[in-house]
């Protein structure tokens, strides 16, 4: 099924129909994809952009009845059918697109949906989810259906459109500087690749934003205290590239350290002093105090990341909350670029995506669902109008007492003050922070308790 909305917060409204859906008796929610940016078609003029996204579901309702549920949840987030306009703005818009094979068409509902082959902002997101399914109509893929519409075609061997790969920063140093030169904006996406639609959904922000998206996929082994775990952390840059052309990215590259620091890199592999960057308060205390040396680590590469890209504006996600004020602090000291926090993308029902989630069993990912549970439960504390440091620090830890999961931190903080020690006292803002093993998978998530709109379900 499809989700929009333009109207409101659409992050929230669409969170909340997320979490709404899947506690609806006889459905069991699957995967969701990434939240897609687009234009409305048609309607009065000055809409808002619409944020759109894809779900998939199992069921045991029939099509009609699973579209009255969906049209009960419209209604319950404030739309009135009765009352709009064709193409009016919407705060919530639920389209069923299929119903596993059946073919059918009633006055009120037709299967599959009779305008998805020409809807590039559902098969987008509908992509991610099921690129090889075979549309009616056409006959052609999802995937190929949707480079159709975006008006890609082969040239020379080579898709219009395609992320150039490169495998040296040297390369993309000289690449970048050239389009610097013809006065474009770059927006930049460091990653460690093993990507997801978390790092597809910055892309898309990145290159709406700017002239050209620069892509960096790179395992920095400088950032990891535990040999095996950077021995298992997913590799795949030629998947990763093919997941960047349809988001849009201009250049991706990758390298080795040697590559990274050339001349700096010893027998031993070893980073020569003078290359390490030192991080500032915001790396100490949790991340800081549980991983000793992480930062700098992060530091170090980023700081070469930037240097290589120059770029215009960087982006980076908000589940690695201690790390991105790591980062802003390595920005206004370097002067630059501007650094743009985007929100927690989520599965369902709330897990923060992250490329270790590909490291869980099913029975683990059912097990670390609860970690963002947690979070809200001290988000609705804090709603109730709690604001003592400590009680909401007991709320966030007691949640784990039961639950078979090594919890290595579980604490608040001032998002805009950060402090190396636990807060203490009446709190006027506050973020909610954890860290856990699930297995032998570690995981990291945090919530904004003090924001509405700060991942809803």
């Known amino acids: 099924m499809a989700l929009g909305s333009n109207l409101g917060d659409r992050r929230v409204q669409l ?50 009845e699973l579209l009255q549920r ?22 919530l818009d639920l389209d069923l697109l299929f119903h596993g094979d059946l073919s059918m068409r009633a006055p009120e509902l037709e299967l599959p949906h009779p305008r998805i082959e020409e809807r590039s902002f559902v098969l987008a997101p509908l992509c991610e989810l099921e690129p090889e399914r075979v549309l009616r109509g056409c006959g052609r893929t999802v995937r190929q259906q949707l480079e159709q519409l975006n008006g890609q075609s082969k040239t020379s061997g080579r ?5 150039l790969c490169l495998h040296s920063p040297a390369a993309a140093q000289a690449w970048c500087r050239e389009r610097a030169k013809r006065g474009e ?15 597809l959904e910055l892309a898309r922000r990145a290159a709406a934003e700017n002239d050209v998206l620069v892509v960096s996929v790179f395992v920095n082994p400088l950032q990891f205290n535990d040999p095996q775990d950077f021995q298992r952390y997913p590799r795949d840059f030629a998947g ?60 170090t590469i980023v700081r070469r990341l930037f240097d290589v890209v120059a770029p ?5 996600g908000q589940k690695d909350f201690q790390q991105a004020l790591v980062v802003q602090d390595l920005a206004r000291a370097r002067g630059g670029p501007q650094v743009i926090v985007c929100s927690t993308s989520r599965e369902i029902p709330g897990l923060a995506r992250s490329s270790r989630n590909q490291l869980l069993s099913d029975v683990e990912r059912r097990r670390a669902a609860s970690l963002f549970a947690g979070l809200c439960a001290a988000r609705e504390l804090w709603r109730g109008g709690e ?12 949640t784990f007492g039961r639950l078979d999961i090594e919890l290595e931190y579980a604490e ?7 402090t190396a020690a636990p807060c203490r006292g009446k709190m006027e803002r506050a973020i909610a922070l954890l860290a856990a093993r699930v297995g032998r998978t570690r995981l990291i998530d945090n919530l904004r308790l003090d924001e509405p709109g700060s991942g809803v379900r």
Not at 159 to 163: K, Y
Not at 248 to 269: E, I
Not at 312 to 316: E, K, L, M
Not at 412 to 417: H, I, Q, Y
């Open 15 to 64: 969170e909340v129909a997320l979490a709404r859906l899947a506690a609806e008796p006889g459905v069991t929610a699957l995967d969701v994809s990434s939240f897609h940016v687009t234009q409305p078609v048609g309607g009065p003029a000055g809409q808002a952009p619409y944020l759109n996204a894809v779900l998939r579901i199992e069921t045991e309702l029939d099509p009609r």
């Open 70 to 91: 969906l049209q009960a949840l419209e209604r319950r987030a404030g739309r009135d059918r009765s009352r709009e306009q064709k193409n009016d703005a919407r705060c």
């Open 159 to 163: 898709v219009f459109g395609e992320t």
């Open 185 to 199: 904006s770059i927006g930049f996406v460091p990653t460690m690749g093993a990507l997801h639609a978390g790092h």
């Open 240 to 299: 990763d590239a093919r997941m960047l052309t349809g988001a849009g990215a201009t250049m991706a590259f990758t390298g080795d350290l040697t590559q990274f620091f050339p001349g700096q890199v010893g027998a031993d592999g070893k980073l020569a002093s003078a290359a390490w960057i030192e991080p500032g308060s915001s790396a100490e205390g949790l991340e800081g105090r549980h991983r000793p040396g992480h930062f700098r680590g992060v530091s």
């Open 312 to 316: 215009t504006r960087a982006y980076f």
């Open 387 to 398: 604001r003592r440091a400590e009680a909401l620090d007991a709320c966030l830890k007691s």
């Open 412 to 418: 608040v903080r001032d998002p805009e003050a950060w």
